[in-house]
């Protein structure tokens, strides 16, 4: 059987991605599960799981993830380049693998019928971004710390004459979309997003049109987690949209915060938190947070309550993850 027939859901988000990107299959290897992709000199895996029955739904967890750096003794440096960096992340943070000493990008998304239509969408353009990304951080960033990209090559085909035609058009697909006011002000889930973070978060504020802010419990020191989730933040590359960010109120110096990012990222990738992991932890004003956006070009009424949930659950396994973390220290 292969993820082509689109029997399950998970398999469907691996070939919308596949078909939508155009994916070149001569530097393709294919299994079951997903592909591996090669755009340019480095290898891109997009695939699925089986799926986890819960709740009366299936649950599929659909990730892409391309290859990007080799620490090769530079990890101290990239680390920190890298939280940085991900402060204008769109979907895609970065991880490492230590036994292969490779930096990674990655995403996931958590797929189930009820948000099929407009996270599909979402993480195709997850993956037309992240291979886009990671071509540009890893020529930067391995000039700028004579770092190793983490080049390799088709098995069968070897190395493309030329990287693939969306590395170039990825971003420019979400314009002039992005040129036009964020499409998520003045949309009437603010009301439905609103009720949510009574629900979940500590405190929340919201003028019902443009932005909501909560903060949700933190039990390491004084202060709270704190969400703002903004219509009038624009991406550097990709325009307006909705911005959210998720910021855990720790002074740490910025050596600290970019271990921080790598290990977060990691351990979010290596956990099943049920949260759709687009996006990246980063710095952002001096502080560790967790960054998403959203172009205009993907916009979809559902989006805005998703991305409350998804940040609620963050803060709240964030916060019990740095508890134990603080408990492990104090024995």
Request: with cysteine.
């Given at each position: 059987m292969s993820w082509r027939e689109g029997r399950s859901l998970g398999e469907q988000y691996v070939k919308e991605a596949h078909d939508l990107l155009r994916v070149d299959d001569h530097y393709t290897v294919c299994?079951?599960?997903?592909?591996?992709?090669?755009?340019?000199?480095?290898?891109?895996?997009?695939s699925t799981d089986q799926g986890v029955f819960r709740q009366s739904q299936c649950l599929f967890r659909v990730t892409a993830e391309t290859d990007m750096l080799k620490g090769r003794g530079h990890m101290g440096e990239l680390a920190e380049a890298l939280e940085h960096e991900m402060d204008e992340c769109?979907?895609?943070?970065?991880?490492?693998?230590?036994?292969?000493?490779?930096?990674?990008?990655?995403?996931?998304?958590?797929?189930?019928?009820?948000?099929?239509?407009?996270?599909?969408?979402?993480?195709?353009?997850?993956?037309?971004?992240?291979?886009?990304?990671?071509?540009?951080?890893?020529?930067?960033?391995?000039?700028?710390?004579?770092?190793?990209?983490?080049?390799?090559?088709?098995?069968?085909?070897?190395?493309?004459?030329?990287?693939?035609?969306?590395?170039?058009q990825a971003a420019h697909f979400f314009?002039?979309?992005?040129?036009?006011p964020s499409r998520w002000l003045?949309?009437?889930?603010?009301?439905?997003?609103?009720?949510?973070?009574?629900?979940?978060?500590?405190?929340?504020?919201?003028?019902?049109r443009s932005g909501l802010s909560a903060s949700f419990d933190w039990g390491c020191s004084e202060g709270?987690?704190?969400?703002?989730?903004?219509?009038?933040?624009?991406?550097?590359?990709?325009?307006n949209g909705l911005h959210a960010t998720l910021t855990v109120p720790m002074a740490l110096s910025a050596a600290a915060i970019g271990h921080l990012v790598l290990d977060l990222n990691t351990y979010e990738?290596?956990?099943?938190?049920?949260?759709?992991?687009?996006?990246?932890?980063?710095?952002?004003?001096?502080?560790?947070?967790?960054?998403?956006?959203?172009?205009?070009?993907?916009?979809?009424?559902?989006?805005l309550e998703d991305v409350c949930v998804n940040m609620a659950t963050r803060a709240i396994w964030v916060d019990e993850w740095f508890q134990e973390k603080k408990a492990a220290a104090g024995r």
């Open positions: 299994d079951a599960n997903g592909f591996t992709w090669w755009s340019a000199d480095f290898a891109t895996r997009v769109t979907f895609s943070g970065p991880v490492y693998d230590a036994g292969s000493d490779t930096i990674r990008l990655y995403c996931c998304v958590y797929a189930n019928l009820e948000e099929a239509v407009w996270l599909r969408k979402a993480f195709a353009a997850a993956v037309a971004l992240q291979v886009a990304e990671a071509y540009d951080m890893s020529r930067r960033l391995g000039q700028r710390f004579r770092a190793i990209p983490a080049a390799s090559e088709h098995p069968t085909n070897g190395l493309r004459a030329s990287h693939d035609p969306v590395i170039d314009h002039p979309s992005g040129d036009r003045d949309d009437p889930n603010w009301e439905r997003a609103g009720w949510i973070m009574e629900r979940e978060a500590r405190t929340f504020q919201t003028d019902r709270a987690i704190a969400l703002e989730v903004r219509t009038d933040e624009p991406h550097k590359a990709l325009g990738k290596a956990e099943y938190k049920r949260c759709h992991m687009l996006g990246s932890w980063c710095e952002h004003g001096g502080k560790l947070a967790y960054r998403t956006f959203f172009p205009n070009a993907l916009y979809h009424p559902d989006t």
